[in-house]
């Protein structure tokens, strides 16, 4: 049993348990599970890494799922748009009602058409821009089952078109975030979207960032009986 606060210690019980053909977290709340959020890694990264916003989510009253994306972590698939393509599938047959998304992550909780929804570095392009050396630090390619790095994610960028969501949306991105995570940002702004720049941080900082973590658990606090399943 973990311990979490917003006013007052909440109980959240976590086991490790499978959802779309994804080992993944589960973080339950005494709530139940009216509210269901799933929280979706980026590129190069593993459930683990954003176990925080789970703690997050779980501290105001949402149930969360944390799986491994294709080709990440203990995922047994490999990154390609088909098996991206059955594991949304699956995310939506599973009915979470609401979704957390970093980089990769963020595009596949996009297709997942639900709200409230959350973005952290998003990409507008499917290609990224940048030093070989930078994208590789950046987006650790080297961490990815694909045929060759990078292939994987251009083909599931490329793949996930559906047309991006109305407001209300939230959205992270970093002050030195990647040029096309920059580009999402400054699209959302535009479309009414709340974006907030997370100052002196890079890519990968902006999912254990404090004052993201607590925005988080904001954002879903307040929007517990806003769900709507499509946007």
């Known amino acids: 049993m973990i311990m979490g606060a917003e006013n007052r210690a909440t109980s959240i ?8 053909g994804a080992p993944a977290f589960h973080l339950a709340v005494p709530e139940g599970n009216k509210n269901r959020a799933v929280i979706l890694h980026g590129y190069g990264g593993s459930k683990e890494e954003v176990f925080g916003l789970g703690i997050a989510a779980a501290g105001a009253g949402w149930s969360a799922c944390i799986p491994d994306l294709p080709g990440h972590g203990a995922h047994p698939a490999s ?3 088909e098996n991206v393509r059955r594991f949304v599938a699956g995310l939506k047959a599973a009915g979470f009602n609401a979704a957390i998304g970093h980089s990769l992550g963020g595009r596949i909780a996009i297709a997942l058409e639900i709200k ?6 998003v990409p507008l392009h ?4 940048g030093r070989r050396t930078e994208l590789l630090r950046a987006l650790r390619a080297r961490r990815v089952r694909e045929v060759k790095p990078f292939a994987g994610l251009e083909d599931v960028l490329a793949a996930l078109d559906e047309p991006w969501p109305d407001p209300p949306v939230l959205l992270f991105y970093a002050a030195h975030d990647l040029p096309t ?3 999402a940002a400054a699209w959302g702004e535009k479309a009414g979207w709340q974006t907030r720049m997370v100052r002196g941080a890079v ?5 254990s960032d404090p004052e993201v973590l ?3 658990s904001d954002w879903l606090k307040d929007r517990k009986g806003e769900v709507h399943v499509r946007v």
């Open 13 to 20: 019980t976590l086991k490790q348990t499978s959802v779309a």
């Open 79 to 81: 990154l390609t748009a």
């Open 116 to 121: 409230p929804l959350c973005l952290l570095s």
């Open 126 to 129: 499917a290609r990224f821009e």
């Open 181 to 183: 995570c920059r580009a």
């Open 203 to 207: 890519h990968l900082d902006v999912v």
């Open 214 to 216: 607590a925005a988080v």
